[in-house]
């Protein structure tokens, strides 16, 4: 089955500065991988997603770049506010019978310090 | 539009005990996928439920069952509970089987003692 190993799993950076969260997968079948950002006690909320057959995707202060290659993508977030500290989770799945089953990383911690 | 939502928000039980979550998809979506996070984790696949129909079931064992009602509600049952069972429960809804925004609920904090 898939893997999908994330890293940091904490990241503590100054406000105005730009965030960088890496992960890799194993399944190459994977085609669509999305970002979560979880506030605590709340629920996951997609931020931003890419399908492999793009390279990249912005949407204001977030972008995700994809490398099918090396099996890696990553969430870039610039100019962090204090608002963006949360627990941000990346996800792999691929697709089988109309079926989406996706495998999480485990997390990575943003604190934003004002 | 009401979003995703679960019942209960919280619940308490022994080991062995028997527990059923309950979650209301998004109007009009037709797919319930059921995830287990435990803290400091991320979520983990239960199931998923497209058309009332089993499309995928994740590495848990048989103790965990799901079902979908000809409305698109949702029912996680979990038998013989065990302490490693205490969890976050989330529900996520989507349109279609594949392809489209994954939305959650707020999930069902159990707790077994």
């Keep these: 089955g898939e893997n999908v190993e994330q890293h940091p799993s904490t990241l503590s950076v ?14 190459s079948a994977s085609n669509y991988f999305p970002w979560y950002k979880q506030e605590l006690g709340k629920r996951p909320q997609l931020i931003i997603d890419i399908r492999s057959n793009v390279g990249e995707k912005k949407d204001q202060r977030i972008a995700v770049t994809l490398n099918k290659t090396a099996k890696h993508f990553s969430l870039h977030i610039t100019e962090t506010q204090p ?25 990575t911690s943003l604190i934003v310090h004002p | 539009d009401a979003g995703v939502t679960q019942s209960p928000t919280h619940l308490i039980k022994t080991r062995g005990q028997h527990v059923t979550l309950r979650c209301s998809p998004i109007s009009g979506h037709k797919s319930v996928s059921w995830y287990q996070q435990v ?25 965990f069952s799901a079902r979908q009602f000809p409305n698109y509600s949702s029912e996680l049952n979990v038998n013989a509970l065990l302490l490693g069972d205490s ?18 609920g707020p999930g069902t904090r159990l707790t077994v003692l």
């Design chain 1, 14 to 27: 100054q406000e105005g500065d730009s965030a960088v969260i890496k992960c890799t997968y194993s399944d």
């Design chain 2, 39 to 63: 803290l400091g984790q991320g979520p983990q696949f239960i199931f998923q439920y497209y058309e009332k129909e089993e499309r995928g079931r994740g590495n848990f064992p048989d103790r």
């Design chain 2, 87 to 104: 969890a976050l429960y989330l529900c996520a809804s989507r349109n279609r089987g594949y392809g489209d925004e994954q939305f959650f």
């Design chain 1, 83 to 107: 608002e963006d500290s949360a627990v941000y989770f990346c996800a792999a799945s691929g697709t089988s019978g109309g079926s989406y089953i996706p495998t999480f990383g485990r997390g």
